[in-house]
């Protein structure tokens, strides 16, 4: 059976302004040519390590459209294509083309397909659509079994999540990735997430983390395919700093990662605001590579935190704008004291947001965080942001007889797809980007944090790693401050 597995481009987004996106990161003059784009989808080498261990004999080509094309002449028994929701476009327009090309089989899988059935099974160039994981419950055996025996069935529900879900029985194919083209080598330790923040897919997912051995085989294998082109590692999980006893299971892999000499070991990954709380945690992140956290704070109103299900989890005595503003500082200077990068996440838009555009941009002058991740609020089918908006009538964007539903090239995380005070909310977000990604300003706090880390004494870090961590900084702050952002114009 020959088999093709496609990533599609991120390209049609309006603008080529997808924050990380393949236009952003193409406009950045510190990134090489030859890397193009942050990270690959770990879902094409899963996919295609599940792919070979079903069917040894199979041929199984991976494409990730956005380091490289799809084959002009696609002689291959099935495409299974992978859909986020700002790229269901181009699903719809690969899943014609291959058809057009002789492709017996077009299968759709990921994030848009589970949460948006109702889009996905319009299209009538999609013969099968998988809801959930591929790996939960072996869900892509299945398919792989009812294509190769010409059963017929469209629709396919995975199993969520589950202690036992992840695909163990061999590392993901890194192999048949062109790893030359991406910055970070993605790895994922842990998933699902317990919390419910009304705005995101993975909310209120049964937590699970792979053993030890399984992602120390991962790592050895991704060094493996990789060869001489090292890369730092970005773990995918939602959270690193997870509940008892997975956090303990965490901080045992993190602690023990197999180093690979020669190597960047050092990783950035994602965790909540009660990080700055677990100090066994930061002191084994520090000591085991960590460059940077991810902390999505996204907002510095209590109204709008309310809003989108998250000042439940903020301590009691925090219920003030002001209060807010001084426990989030508390946290970044915590894991700052680390030596440790945080990448703040906030969100403009929010309803009910009653924080101005200024706190933002002097709060991030305050901490002095080298590379805020700004977006505006971009409610996405399989959220309950999604479906109250629709309901309501105040999404804009709507395509209401066609196949996708929705424009979802405007759904780019710098656009306004809520009808309530889009165009203000979107002046606001320029002069906000811009402000914070001055040039000079942006510098500056970078020095500010090389200066921290060089005079921490507690954790032992050369200034070389001081650099390093600064450098990557560098390189979003780049990303942010590329053409895209200084030169547009706010509304
Ligand atoms: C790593 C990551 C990134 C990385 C790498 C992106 C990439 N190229 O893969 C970076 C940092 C670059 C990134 C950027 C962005 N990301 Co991101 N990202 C993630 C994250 C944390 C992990 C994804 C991952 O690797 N998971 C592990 C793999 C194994 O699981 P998976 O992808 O879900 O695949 C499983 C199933 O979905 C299914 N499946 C997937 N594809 C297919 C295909 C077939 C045929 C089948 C059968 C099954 C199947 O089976 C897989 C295995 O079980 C997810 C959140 C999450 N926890 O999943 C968000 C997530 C994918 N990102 C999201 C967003 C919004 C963005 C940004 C727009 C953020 C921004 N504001 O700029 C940008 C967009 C850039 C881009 N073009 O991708 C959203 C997407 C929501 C949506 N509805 O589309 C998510 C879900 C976060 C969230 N909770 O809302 N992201
Ligand atoms: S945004 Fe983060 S904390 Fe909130 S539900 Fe999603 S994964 Fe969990």
């Known amino acids: ?38 990270t690959y989808p770990l879902s094409l080498p899963l996919l295609g390590a599940m792919t070979k261990h079903h069917i040894p004999d199979a041929h199984v080509v991976l494409i990730d459209e956005n380091v490289d094309q799809v084959p002009a002449e696609a002689d291959f028994d099935v495409a299974a294509i992978s859909a986020t929701t700002f790229v269901a476009p181009r699903v719809y327009e690969l899943a014609g083309l291959l058809k057009s090309h002789g492709v017996r089989e077009v299968v759709v899988g990921g994030v848009h397909a589970t949460h948006f059935l109702e889009e996905v099974q319009k299209c009538a160039w999609v013969d099968r659509i998988i809801l959930g994981r591929a790996d939960g419950g072996r869900t892509w055996f299945k398919v792989l079994d009812d294509i190769r025996e010409g059963r017929r069935n469209r629709v396919y529900g995975g199993a969520v999540c589950g202690p036992s879900s992840f695909f163990t029985d061999c590392p993901p194919a890194f192999g048949l990735l062109k790893l030359d083209g991406y910055m970070y080598r993605n790895l994922q330790i842990s998933r699902g997430c317990p919390y419910a923040c009304t705005f995101c897919v993975d909310r209120c997912t049964p937590e699970a983390v792979k053993p030890r051995e399984v992602v120390f085989r991962e790592v050895e294998a991704l060094r493996a395919a990789e060869g001489d082109n090292h890369r730092s590692l970005f773990f995918v999980d939602n959270l690193l700093d997870r509940s008892e006893p997975l956090l303990h299971a965490i901080m045992d892999i993190l602690s023990n990662l197999p180093r690979a000499s020669g190597a960047d070991n050092r990783w950035t ?44 989890r903020l301590p009691p005595s925090v219920e003030t704008n002001i209060q807010l503003k001084a426990f989030c500082r508390q946290v970044i200077s915590r894991v700052q004291s680390y030596g440790i990068e945080v990448v703040p996440s906030f969100m403009m838009g929010i309803p009910g947001d009653d924080s101005s555009p200024d706190d933002l941009i002097d709060f991030v002058e305050d901490t002095g965080v080298c590379t805020p991740h700004i977006t505006i609020w971009t409610p996405l089918p399989g959220t309950p942001d999604f479906d109250g908006l629709r309901k309501g009538d105040g999404l804009l964007y709507m395509n209401p007889n066609g196949v996708p539903l929705y424009d979802w090239s405007k759904f780019d995380f710098s656009t306004p797809v809520c009808r309530d005070n889009a165009s203000e909310v979107e002046a606001n977000y320029w002069r906000v980007l811009q402000s914070v990604y001055e040039r000079k300003k942006a510098l500056r706090r970078v020095h500010r944090f090389v200066s921290m880390v060089e005079r921490l004494p507690a954790i032992k870090r050369s200034p070389g790693e001081a650099v390093s961590s600064a450098l990557l900084a560098m390189n979003f702050n780049d990303m942010a401050y590329s053409p895209g952002v200084r030169n547009k114009k706010p509304p």
């Open 1 to 38: 059976m020959r088999v093709l597995i496609v990533a599609p481009s991120d390209r049609g987004v309006r603008d080529h302004k997808l924050f990380w996106g393949y236009d952003y990161i193409r406009q950045i003059e510190s990134v090489p040519a030859a890397n193009p784009y942050p």
């Open 269 to 312: 990954g994602q965790a909540s605001w009660d990080v700055a709380g677990k100090e066994d945690f930061l002191t084994v992140a520090a000591t085991s590579g960590a460059r940077a956290l991810l902390i999505g704070f996204e907002s510095l109103s209590i109204k709008a935190l309310r809003r989108i299900g998250k000042a439940r």
